[in-house]
């Protein structure tokens, strides 16, 4: 059975740093694109950060509203996908997602698996 499991959301003042955690299981990843979306109250989930696979090669793609900001990164080995956000703005509140798919995408709709999430509160 596949889970996935976030971690590391908090409350953090303006400015400060998170990092979220997604620990994956029920199989390997390491040939997945692994991302992180976010959901504020009200709002349609988004897009945040990737790190793509595919067999052509792959890549990390991020959200304009994150990019300089956030760093994604994996650890195939621990099956474990994370995302470092630094400079932090109110904005930035939401429930992260991690979600992967087989395909090299960025759009919710394609995502084959998703966590239940982690609240991040960014106060002013």
């Known amino acids: 059975q596949v889970q996935l499991v976030e971690s590391g959301g908090g409350l953090v003042q303006t400015g400060g740093s998170l990092r979220l955690s997604c620990a994956a299981s029920g199989r390997s990843f390491s040939m997945y694109t692994m991302g992180w979306f976010r959901q504020a109250p009200g709002q349609e989930r988004e897009f945040v950060a990737a790190?793509?696979?595919?067999?052509?090669?792959?890549?990390?793609d991020y959200a304009d509203s994150v990019k300089g900001r956030f760093t994604i990164s994996r650890d195939n080995a621990k099956n474990t996908v994370y995302l470092q956000m630094n400079s932090l703005k109110p904005e930035d509140t939401a429930v992260y997602y991690c979600?992967?798919?087989?395909?090299?995408?960025?759009?919710?709709?394609?995502?084959?698996?998703w966590g239940k999430g982690t609240l991040v509160i960014v106060s002013s």
């Open positions: 979600a992967v798919s087989r395909q090299a995408t960025t759009v919710p709709s394609g995502m084959d698996y």
């Open positions: 790190i793509k696979y595919s067999w052509s090669g792959g890549g990390l």
